[in-house]
């Protein structure tokens, strides 16, 4: 891939004479960048890019300054049976915008065919030229085994009282002091931005009354989107500071598999027409689109324009904003070489080795519905990675399924059957994220009910693993509301509970819902606005006491797999895996169909050496514990429970106590 000196830069570059225009395409015959008024409205010239080396075209326009609108134009042939789609009508915006004076909308004239519609400058959106001053320089605040807190930033603030009116729905909200103090009070190690990046609705949304309210379709990959961020990126680098400030990192979940391009009746927006065979990876048939994404195109990861471009976006946000780090949508496209995955692939390695972006938080969501693309475990070392196997295991436990104390213990305990290649384990934990239904609907639903989507519930997962403790959706029934409560608090204490990396979605430590969709990226409205009028306060005060445990008790955010070896100078094990009688568990024990109780004792890491024990009891009954007992050391109960009587601790039916070890006579933290 070639390395550009500054004054090649791809983009618009502000030089002593004017402002630079370059853009590439390697099949491209002729380039112009079109000059917008003030408005973005009046095109007010037209010139002629130069064609240079290695397929740049560019231009200095003497006169012009920041706050210039522009877009590109390039002309070749039109045959989309052959992955060519050059039309001069189209007006295009920089793949290196880094502003845009406008959100994108779809439009179906944007997708018309080369002499069959019109010139679209008048509705695309303008790139805007802008400074982009740099942010010092300073090492992640998120370190692997903290808590990340995923955000959807408009959904998270537009119902939210105590946020002025004027700044709801944006990344500025998230700067609001009362905004920090909710993190603050749960924990959070770093806000994981669902995607800020411009994006456009999908085709068949505006005709169904619908928009996309999560991001994941974008056009240009470094502009924010103007409704989020009216600023541009001036918005995010201030919000990176306050959460800074208050302990908190940023984290962007980006989208670099697909674009809002979409397939061969998509819209023509940016990189289609500049050169759709480089951008896009095309099937045997050159005309039709790879579709490994689910949503009509695949970014060619492994081409080096692609490449480039991506290393650019990341770079971009880390020198001008300042985050601490990136989670990748769908991350298998951005290993695939020829179609194949590899752990290997260009893009990824130089992710891993890039002086900007090596020392940030690199998160795969590790896969995609291409061939062989379901990688969990595949992805090189420096990556974290989202764990689905988690989720559905720990949602099985606790729906009842047979068998599953075993799948349990691995997940608490690191997933080393995935992980176990490296020191230590990578995995991001997580029991509900924004794809899939909320913490509260999975014990309310055992179906999904995406009706709302316009798609006859076809779309979205059909196995949840939920389950709705006897009546499908809400019930007034007070018994039914207790056992759901008991049910979020079990799914929430063994996430806590759990080594490695944790991820809350927002709203889940309060009980939202979305009466049981659980595919609501269309619905930008109040069923996915948070309500913070009407939430659980209890729960999450819960949430908090765990959050606490979790740091006063550094074992259970430590990185190294629980395999029962000794520590603290060898007199303690890193774990012991108990029967509720305190005996160890035996083969004959993990083997038990309907086995619900187990107990979880993690070696100290505390000043005075005491251990934790993780008392689980996933059975509708009342279970007690007997745990083992050392000369001058008591077992007092942690988080809030379970209560003492006698050698025994008492955990309700369908619940998760902790047991702090300490020395006899003192005061237990964190209850």
Known sequence: MMKRRPDEKLGATITDGGIRFAAWSGAAERMWVAIFDAEGKAETNRLELESQVDGVFALTVPGLAEGTCYGFRADGAYAPEEGLWFDPDKLLVDPYAVRIDRPYRYDGRLAARRGEGTDTAGLMPKAVVQTLPRVERTAPVFRPGGLIYEVPVRAFTMAHPGVPKRLRGTIRALAEPVVIEHFVKLGVSAVELMPVTATMDERHLPALGLSNAWGYNPVTFMALDPRLA???????RQAVVALRDA????????????TAESDELGPTLSLRGLDNRAYYRSADDPGRYVNDT?????????????????????????????????????????????????????????????????????IAEPWDIGHNGYRLGGFPYKFLEWNDRYRDDVRRFWRGDRGMVGALATRLAGSSDVFGGGARTRTVNFVAAHDGMTLADIVRYERKHNEANGEHNHDGHNENFSWNNGVEGESRDPEIAAEREADMRALLATLFASRGTIMLTAGDEFGRTQHGNNNA??????????????????????????????RDFPALGELGFLSGALRDGGTVADV???????????????REPDRRCLAMLLGSGTPHGGRLAVLVNGARRNASFVLPRREGLEWRPAAGGPEAAGDKLAVPARSVGFARETPVGTEAKGQ
């Open 576 to 590: 012991e895996w108990l029967t509720e009688a305190g005996r160890p568990m035996s083969d004959a024990n993990w």
């Open 230 to 236: 009216p600023n541009g990126i001036d918005d995010l």
């Open 247 to 258: 302990g908190i990192g940023v984290l962007l979940d980006l989208v670099f598999n697909h």
């Open 294 to 362: 689910g949503t009509g195109n695949t970014l060619a990861c492994d081409h080096p324009i692609a490449r480039e471009l991506i290393l650019d976006s990341l770079r971009h946000f880390v020198l001008h904003a300042g985050v601490d780090g990136f989670r990748f949508d769908l991350a298998p496209v951005l290993g695939r070489v020829g179609g194949e995955f590899s752990a290997d692939a260009p893009l990824l390695r130089a992710m891993c080795d890039d002086p900007v972006i090596g020392d940030r938080v690199l």
């Open 521 to 550: 990226y269309a619905q930008d409205n109040e069923l996915t606005w948070l309500d913070w009028a009407e939430r659980d306060t209890g729960l999450e005060d819960f949430v908090a006491l765990l959050s606490r445990l979790r």
